[in-house]
């Protein structure tokens, strides 16, 4: 069955520099959301979109903008990195379920390093 | 607002022993619960879910049942397996209408099974 990709896999960045990570949800799925998983910790949610409008909104710095594409992929686009900001970003997608919930399904992450 | 909480490990078995990983959650409303499990270096995967009171979710030898009254969400195994070593994550979402809020997880259980 497809799964969530997302990409690039592993991502080394600068100090101030600025990132862009894309996530393809799998397919008939209207929902996109993006985590943020910190070393030893729990992943933490930055933004959702649903049917490419923004749906929920969580811990997402001002630095970080994302949006969702016609086309249902989402990019995270992520400026002036901080150390800090060394993390794996997760994409989750998912759909309404005939029992009437939403069963979030994540892709492998990208471990993003900031140097 | 909504948390999760869990027992915290590292949780170390001998193989075939019970498993029991508590969680326990509050939400401002009636939330769907979750656990995902993440392999080192993976993403999550969806290991079980309810919708509502009383429901049991399995999976893989793993159950959980929905208990609103006491706000638990407990994740339970008869016979522990090497392969079952991983981070357990208990989670809840809300659904507030056009796609569900983002999910609030636990810090994660880590558990260990020795042969």
């Known amino acids: 069955a497809a799964g969530v990709i997302q990409s690039p896999r592993h991502l080394i960045k600068e100090k101030r520099e600025t990132a862009t990570l894309k996530c393809y949800p799998i397919?008939?799925?209207?929902?996109v959301y993006w985590y943020q998983q910190g070393p030893g910790q729990d992943p933490q949610f930055l933004i959702s979109?649903?049917?490419?409008?923004?749906?929920d909104k969580g811990s997402i710095p001002d630095r970080f903008s994302a949006q969702q594409f016609s086309d249902y992929h989402s990019e995270l686009n992520m400026s002036s990195l901080e150390l800090g900001d060394s993390a794996l970003y997760f994409c989750?997608?998912?759909?309404?379920?005939?029992?009437?919930?939403?069963?979030?399904?994540f892709g492998p992450g990208t471990r993003l390093t900031v140097t | 607002g909504n948390s999760v909480t869990q027992m915290e490990g590292p949780v170390t078995l001998s193989e075939e022993a019970f498993l029991t990983i508590n969680c326990t959650y509050t939400?401002?409303?009636?939330?769907?619960l979750f656990w995902y499990v993440q392999y080192p270096g993976e993403g999550l995967q969806l290991l079980l879910k309810?919708?509502?009171?009383?429901d049991k979710g399995s999976n893989k030898g793993f159950e959980a049942t929905y208990r609103k009254e006491t706000t638990s969400f407990h994740l339970e195994k008869g016979s522990v397996q090497v392969s079952d070593s991983a981070v357990y994550f208990c989670?809840?979402?809300?659904?507030?209408?056009?796609?569900?809020?983002?999910?609030?997880f636990g810090k994660g259980t880590h558990l260990i099974i020795q042969p």
């Open positions: 939400a401002t409303g009636y939330p769907s």
């Open positions: 397919p008939r799925h209207d929902t």
């Open positions: 989670a809840l979402s809300l659904y507030s209408g056009g796609g569900a809020d983002g999910l609030t």
């Open positions: 979109f649903y049917e490419k409008m923004q749906s």
């Open positions: 989750a997608s998912s759909s309404f379920t005939s029992l009437g919930t939403y069963e979030q399904y």
């Open positions: 309810a919708t509502k009171a009383d």
